[in-house]
């Protein structure tokens, strides 16, 4: 009966190791996936950097937002 019981716990404490060791494996890969392009660029009106990815591109300038180059726009 013991012998059983002390199975049991055995089999439960190496599914949650494996779990543990799983969720940290995915965690991981999750941190070290490579992202699609990490150029920065500047925002020409606010002049704050960002990914170009988020970027609004209008005439060979870029903009952190529609806002912003709206704005810059009406400056010129
Ligand atoms: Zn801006």
């Known amino acids: 009966m013991f012998r059983n019981l ?3 716990a055995a089999i439960l404490l190496v599914v ?5 060791f799983i969720r940290r494996s995915q965690l991981t890969g999750a941190a ?4 699609k392009n990490k150029d920065m ?3 020409e009106q606010c002049k704050t950097y960002l990914p ?3 970027a609004i591109v ?4 870029t903009f952190c ?3 912003h180059l709206n704005d810059w726009n009406h400056k010129a």
């Open 41 to 43: 660029v500047q925002c």
């Open 32 to 35: 070290n996936k490579p992202r």
């Open 52 to 54: 170009k990815d988020d």
């Open 6 to 8: 002390f199975l049991i």
């Open 16 to 20: 949650w190791i494996i779990r543990g």
């Open 58 to 61: 209008n005439n060979d300038k």
């Open 65 to 67: 937002s529609q806002q």
